[in-house]
């Protein structure tokens, strides 16, 4: 069990984290644009797809 | 999130246990503490996706049909099923740090989210138990190659072993797990290279294309669409493991393609060459295929490394689990290993029942299916379509009625109603006891049936019930202090 005193500091520490995450900007964490997302169509669902129906 | 870097730092300057809880427990980690970037991301997810239960997976479509057929509906099926769970989640996830229970909050509520989690606990553990069985049996089987009869106990025994390493690795941290997957891996992909090559040319593609499902049904086409329907069921399984791994990563792409390309594109391939390899030798048990294709020696080290794989792969559900056990509130605070333990406990059950928990793998891959489908539904549409990828970060960590995903009681009806409509629909199209199929089931894997209509009806749901009440919910957080009123952490 962790020690009491330090839940304080857990909901502090939670707290920062959240406003943190909240305020930082798309661009920060990785680019992901609509090219990636007709990539990952593409590749994940459109080709299966056909792949699927003319294996069938 | 490295165990030998210094712990964060608090606004005050000091160092605290907080950023211990950061790294096993549920607040939001920040992009400095995650550990996966490119090369690591992938081989985490390539561990993970050539773990045994691929080898369960193409023993299983084994028994309905034949290689071609098989591998087209394991490698396109399976990129479907990741790509429509993975997509919400992987995005999500990543961007707020937050692991899966979490994001479901959005959508299913504060309370509902824990329904969620019991879903997701009984497939983590169902599957951490099958393959600690496969891990027994690869012992028995390994003892048995080298001349000795292994007792029916040891199998027990084997699993009983395989928990306690997965207790030793998963309580040193996720370091160390990335510590053994970089080891395991490479071991892993010889294998693999070994299994196919000894497949091509012991036997022969011609050999391999020929050879007849090992129990198919009388008509042609409900095998093949029971064949789509495992290889998209499989896929969506690994909504249990996507968000442990996405929060994890530096970048959004780190996050995505890794899943879709190991999870999806990789896990089918292996499943493709266990399933030839179930044909060929005409078993669907995993662990009696390495001696008969590679010879005595060579098949034992290999069962040996996928043994040691399925540990590390177990290492991760458990993991994931005992994130997951975090949100239930008297386990707040408890310590990593107690939790950790904890997830051990419904494991007991496959040391004592081992074959005859083996068995019901049919079953549980049927669960899954029925389970997954409609959550990933719900939270593609939730995310994408209702939230707009923007999530109210704060509420998500309130357990205060005023928060913005409190819903009523902390449930969203809706949310969990369109989810038993989806379990309802999936065995209305498909029921995998039975094998019985609606004609529906012909041309819509069930799967993908119970994935489009809860999220169609959420969307039409949420538009027409709740969203006026949300937006109102949220004006009235807007204007009052941006403070946590009742953490849930």
Not at chain 1, 11 to 24: G, K
Not at chain 2, 187 to 195: P, Q, S
Not at chain 2, 361 to 382: C, E, K, Q, R, S
Request: hydrophobic share 50%; charged share 15%.
């Amino acid at each position: 069990m962790l020690e009491q005193e330090k839940v304080p500091d857990l909901v502090m520490d939670l707290e920062q984290r959240i406003d943190e995450m909240q305020d930082m900007g798309d661009a920060e964490l990785g680019t992901f644009g609509s090219l990636d997302w007709a990539i990952l169509i593409l590749i994940s669902v459109v080709l299966p797809v056909i792949v699927l129906v003319l294996a069938r | 999130m490295n165990e030998t870097a210094a712990p964060a730092k608090t606004s005050n300057g000091q160092a605290f246990e907080g950023d211990l809880l950061s790294v096993y427990g549920r607040e939001p980690l920040l992009p400095k503490e995650r550990e996966y970037k490119f090369w690591s991301a992938h081989g985490t997810c390539f561990a993970y996706a050539i773990a045994t239960w691929c080898f369960l997976t193409g023993g299983i479509t084994a028994s309905y049909v034949g290689a071609f057929e098989g591998m087209v509906c394991l490698i396109a099926g399976n990129l479907i099923g990741v790509f429509l769970v993975s997509a919400s989640l992987s995005a999500g996830c990543q961007r707020y740090g937050i692991e899966q229970i979490d994001f479901c909050k959005p959508a299913f509520g504060q309370n509902g989210a824990r329904i969620v989690l019991i879903f997701y606990l009984l497939n983590m553990i169902g599957w951490s138990g099958l393959i600690l069985v496969m891990f027994g049996n690869g012992i028995v089987n390994i003892l048995d190659a080298m001349g000795y009869h292994a007792p029916d106990w040891l199998v027990g025994a084997g699993v009983a072993l395989g928990i306690w390493l997965t207790y030793i690795i998963t309580t040193r941290g996720v370091h160390l797990l990335s510590l053994f997957n970089s080891i395991i891996t490479p071991a892993l992909i010889v294998i693999i290279l070994f299994m196919f090559y000894m497949l091509i040319s012991a036997h022969g593609w011609d050999e391999i294309m020929n050879a007849p499902a090992l129990d198919p049904l009388d008509e042609p086409w409900l095998n093949y669409a029971i064949a789509i329907e495992l290889g998209v069921a499989s896929g969506m399984s690994w909504w249990g493991g996507i968000g442990f791994l996405a929060r994890n990563t530096k970048s959004r792409r780190n996050a995505i393609y890794p899943e879709i390309l190991q999870l999806g594109l990789v896990f089918g391939f292996v499943c493709s060459i266990a399933l030839f390899s179930g044909l060929v030798v005409g078993s669907d048990d995993p662990t009696k295929w390495m001696v008969p294709l590679g010879g005595a020696f060579m098949g034992v080290m290999a069962l040996a490394f996928v043994a040691l794989a399925n540990i590390t792969s177990t290492s991760v559900s458990l993991f994931a689990s005992g994130l997951a056990l975090r949100h239930l509130p008297s386990l707040h605070r408890r310590s990593w290993k107690f939790i950790i333990l904890l997830t051990c406990v419904p494991l007991v059950f496959f040391v004592v029942w081992p074959t005859e928990l083996y068995d019901m793998g049919d079953a549980f891959l049927a669960y899954n299916g029925t389970m997954h489908a409609p959550v990933g539904g719900i939270l593609l549409v939730d995310y994408f379509f209702l939230k707009k990828q923007r999530l109210h970060l704060r509420s998500i960590f309130e357990a205060a009625p005023n928060g913005l995903y409190y819903y009523s009681k902390g449930f969203n009806i809706l949310a969990l109603l369109c989810v038993i409509i989806g379990q309802l629909t999936y065995f209305m199209v498909y029921n995998p006891f039975t094998d019985e199929a609606h004609t529906l089931f012909r041309f819509v894997p069930a799967s993908i049936a119970a994935f489009v209509l809860p999220a169609v009806l959420y969307w039409v749901g949420m538009k027409v019930w709740v969203e006026r009440s949300q937006k109102n919910r949220l004006a009235a957080l807007q204007a009052s202090p941006d403070r946590l009123v009742q953490s849930n952490v």
